[in-house]
């Protein structure tokens, strides 16, 4: 068995591996770059090591850097986790110099899944069901256009080393297809450093489903059942689950035995994962493998009860599989969450700062894989990942609704988050029917995300809640002592609720257990009451509550004489006013928002990497302005209208604030 292994890695994969080297009695070392000083996974490692400035190339992506750590600790082993040297096969050929042991499959094996070409032809050999396509190389447009004619539009055009949804195009026509091929070529010779594009058939309204497998050195391999992905966006996974709801017996078994086909294809060891995307008469075509563990492992481990980062280590010590195929069993269904630090409302621009406030959720079938910590950092150099939140029942639907209570109770500040988008998509009709495709976002969410527009089961609950919250409020200020004779604070028991441009009507009554909330329905002519029994304080963030027999849980900001609400993928604002302030505030003026369109404002916190214009000069609509980075995400900025550049305020190199100026029109 190794004695000590080395996590090539940062975050919340390093703090999952370490989880199970110590159960496993293994010694642990982390590494670490000058924004990490403070991580967690730095703390729970048993030694860490330095490796150099806070920039990816300078640390973690240093292969020099991570094998001298690797000699300073005495580590035998590494385990590379996901992203950075996770499937360079350079790293894997440097640890076999130094004599330690790669937490993952051979050189050969990485190098030829990582070529979508290379994979495609393997795998074709392989007897693997692959998308209609052409596997060599494109030379350029106009063969392009000649190889998708005779595939049928539409069509993808990707690049060869392409990931992560970069150097990818969906073509519908000739225009489209040159277009296309243009673009995807100048991205993936930006991002890969490598131009080669090869086209295949494009699968409307396809699932994004994958196979999970594990092979050791001595002939076994096995699947552990299947994980559907196709809650994604922008090609990048939101949401995933297991079991597929899609998937029969007969169909998972026939991908799970090609998936095994293609690892023995390639002498795989260690864990894997075979991508695929099926159509609505569930053919299914191989889409790419990839040769490291998956972040969405986490449901493969609770529906098989297997824990996947052991079996890796195992089988890098040597040992054979102690499993066969007939011991591989689901039971229940999982679903994973993943939980970003960026802002939906601003088209999911990363967010970076401090967590001034963090609690995790617990509970019955609740699991978070996280990387973080109240009063930690969350660094503008790194994914912006701060956990994976899992939930597990014995149905899809238990599944389903412990998510959505566990995201309702999952209190994150100091940064925006994406939580309330992840309810909104919990709840949604069309996700709790199963009907899933890789563009669910996109139809769904056409114009992007609202978290006011998110139509809740019990639209009565936000101010029912926010009626109850403000009573409490009320009666504290009539028991503050040292107020005047004849003008004490009186608590009042009818308010009306303002939120969403709507007026509601709300009597608070106290009960023995809580409040007895009234409210009347105008439209209607209806009042409904509901029995809130809660022993909510002022200031807990949380309001939980039984509101007529149902727990729920709300999120409640008191922010002046209003108060922001959290639930369900809602987010309100809501002002409690006396009935006579009410119909006051119906013909008070709305002040007109200070127009910013004469400026250009970072959309995010980050690296201002290029500045492409000079004072004084003419720019026209759509022309490149500026090109901010954060998060390995690089946003160019570009101008939405003919002007002159009048005022330059931010300078190449220097870190930007959300909403700064960077430069000024006339």
């Not at 049928?152 to 195009?169: F, N």
């Not at 309330?420 to 199963?434: C, D, T, W, Y």
């Amino acid at each position: 068995m190794l004695k000590k292994i080395l996590v090539a890695n940062r975050g919340e994969i390093a703090c999952r591996v370490f989880t199970t080297a110590k159960k496993m009695g293994i010694a642990t070392v982390a590494v670490y770059s000058d924004a990490d000083r403070d991580a967690l996974h730095v703390q729970m490692a048993d030694e860490a090591v330095y490796i150099g400035s806070s920039a990816s190339t300078e640390s973690y992506l240093a292969i020099d850097k991570v094998i001298q750590a690797c000699r300073d600790s005495g580590a035998d082993a590494v385990h590379p986790g996901y992203g950075f040297l996770s499937e360079n096969s350079e790293f894997r050929d440097a640890l076999d110099v130094a004599g330690i042991t790669f937490i993952g499959p051979g050189k050969k094996t990485i190098e030829s899944m990582g070529d979508k070409i290379t994979s495609k032809l393997i795998a074709e050999k392989a007897g693997v069901s692959c998308i209609p396509g052409y596997t060599d190389v494109v030379r350029d447009a106009d063969h392009a256009v000649e190889i998708s004619a005779e595939i049928g539009y539409p069509v993808m055009l990707k690049a060869s080393a392409g990931g992560g949804g970069k150097g990818m195009r969906v073509a519908w026509d000739d225009t489209d297809c040159r277009d296309g091929f243009e673009r995807a070529t100048n991205e993936a010779r930006s991002s890969f450093g490598d131009t080669r594009i090869f086209i295949e058939k494009y699968i409307q309204q396809p699932r994004h489903i994958e196979i999970q497998i594990m092979a050791d050195g001595h002939g076994n391999v096995i699947y552990l059942g299947e994980r559907e992905c196709s809650i994604q966006r922008r090609h990048q996974k939101v949401i995933e689950e297991a079991p597929s709801p899609f998937l029969n017996p007969a169909t998972r078994q026939k991908m799970g035995e090609q998936s095994c086909a293609l690892a023995r294809a390639v002498d795989y060891q260690s864990a894997g994962t075979v991508e695929f995307i099926a159509d609505a008469d569930m053919n299914f075509y191989f889409l790419e493998m990839n040769t490291r563990l998956q972040v969405e492992h986490p449901v493969t481990e609770l529906v098989t009860g297997q824990d996947l980062v052991e079996l890796m280590i195992r089988v890098a010590a040597g040992e054979p599989l102690a499993l066969t195929q007939e011991d591989i069993s689901l039971k229940g269904w999982a679903m994973e969450s993943r939980v970003y630090a960026e802002d939906p409302l601003r088209n999911f621009m990363p967010s970076t700062g401090r967590l001034s406030g963090y609690a995790e959720p617990q509970g019955d079938g609740v699991r978070v894989d996280s990387g973080v910590y109240e009063g930690g950092e969350v660094s503008m150099f790194y994914d912006p990942m701060i956990a994976k939140l899992i939930t597990f029942g014995d149905s899809r639907n238990q599944a389903i609704e412990r998510m959505v209570e566990a995201l309702d109770n999952y209190y994150i500040r100091g940064v925006n988050h994406n939580i309330s988008f992840l309810n909104a998509l919990m709840v949604h009709p069309r996700f709790i029917e199963g009907r899933l495709s890789t563009n669910f976002i996109a139809d769904e969410f056409p114009d992007g995300f609202n978290a006011d527009l998110v139509v809740q089961d019990d639209p009565s609950i936000v101010p029912v809640v926010a009626a109850a919250v403000h009573q409490l409020y009320e009666e504290r200020a009539s028991l503050l002592s040292g107020q005047l004779a004849g003008h004490e604070h009186v608590a009042a028991v009818d308010w009306v609720v303002v939120a969403g441009g709507q007026q509601t009507k709300a009597t608070v009554e106290l009960m023995d257990k809580g409040y007895l909330v009234s409210l009347d329905d105008s439209q209607k002519g209806l009042q409904n009451d509901y029995q809130v029994e809660t022993d909510w304080s002022l200031g807990d963030p949380l309001f939980i509550a039984n509101i007529n027999g149902k727990k729920v849980s709300v999120q409640v900001e008191a922010t002046g004489s209003s108060y922001r609400l959290f639930y369900r993928g809602a987010e309100i604002t809501a002002q409690l006013l006396s009935p006579k302030a009410a119909m006051l505030s119906k013909h008070m003026h709305i002040k007109e928002p200070e127009d910013m369109s004469r400026f250009l404002l970072s959309p995010m916190p980050g690296l201002l990497v290029k500045l492409a214009v000079e004072l004084g000069q003419e720019v026209k609509e759509g022309e490149e302005l500026a090109v901010v980075e954060a998060m390995k995400m690089e946003n160019s900025l570009r101008a939405t209208q003919d002007g002159t550049v009048t005022k330059i305020s931010a300078t190449e190199g220097e870190s930007l604030r959300v909403d700064e100026i960077i430069l000024e029109f006339a």
